[in-house]
């Protein structure tokens, strides 16, 4: 067989690489001579490691299977390497029409040439589906089944709201008031001094406040030195014009 200097990795694969070679020799596709194309096959291989190239696990793959009928037909026995190297044929026979097809094919159909730029759609929204009448009624039927008739809330659910004493700020600013009226000056923890519910703890706290920025009280020092006085209001003395 003449010798062939190709690289492994111009072939797509193994079956092409057994094509090549069977017509490279003018050997007949269907009447395989195992020992010559393994021979070559291997040295192709060997070449292409020889010289650092990856060889794909397809190629290892397809050596593999061809020493096997090589070793097979040394058998007396070979009739397991006959129908081996037949199924071969024929996926050799079928690889090769597939190539000429895609050869006329690529000939006939340019792709290229279909490409162009998209359109824009504008969406239709119109609704076209008929419906008949019973099919309607039906789904207004079920409507109403789905839809819940509103119950009274019972009276669990304001325990939460109910159940905590709202204390308004305009009565604990009397609260602070007459707290202030005989003693006129007290400390300022003595006002939440018997306030456990935090409703009278806010309200008392912002009674302060706003009997502070009226200017009716005020309040003096830090912590626990801290002290609340009443303002008391200076009487007004009449302008008298000199004469």
Known sequence: MEKLTYQLEAFEGPLDLLLYLIRKNKLNICDIPIAEVLDQYLAQINAAKAENMDVAS?????ATRLV??????LLPKHEEADQ????LSGQLLEY?????IAALLKEKFQMDHFVRVPQEIEPDYTYRRHHL????????VNTLGKKQIPQKP?????????????????????????????KSQIPY?????????????VATFLAVLELVRGKRIRVDGDD????????????????????
């Open 133 to 140: 009448p019973e099919e309607l009624y039906t789904a207004y």
């Open 68 to 73: 096997y009928i090589k070793t097979v037909y």
């Open 154 to 182: 019972s009276q669990e659910s304001f325990s939460g709201i109910v159940s905590h004493r709202i204390v308004s700020v305009a009565s604990q600013i009397v609260f602070v008031l007459r707290s202030l009226w005989k």
């Open 58 to 62: 397809e190629f290892l793959e397809m």
């Open 189 to 201: 923890r003595e006002l939440f001094a018997h306030r456990n519910d935090r409703s009278e703890l």
């Open 96 to 100: 090769e029409e597939c190539k000429r």
């Open 224 to 243: 626990d030195s801290a002290r609340v006085t009443i303002v008391k209001e200076r009487k007004r003395v009449p302008w008298k014009n000199k004469i």
């Open 84 to 87: 081996m190297k037949a199924e």
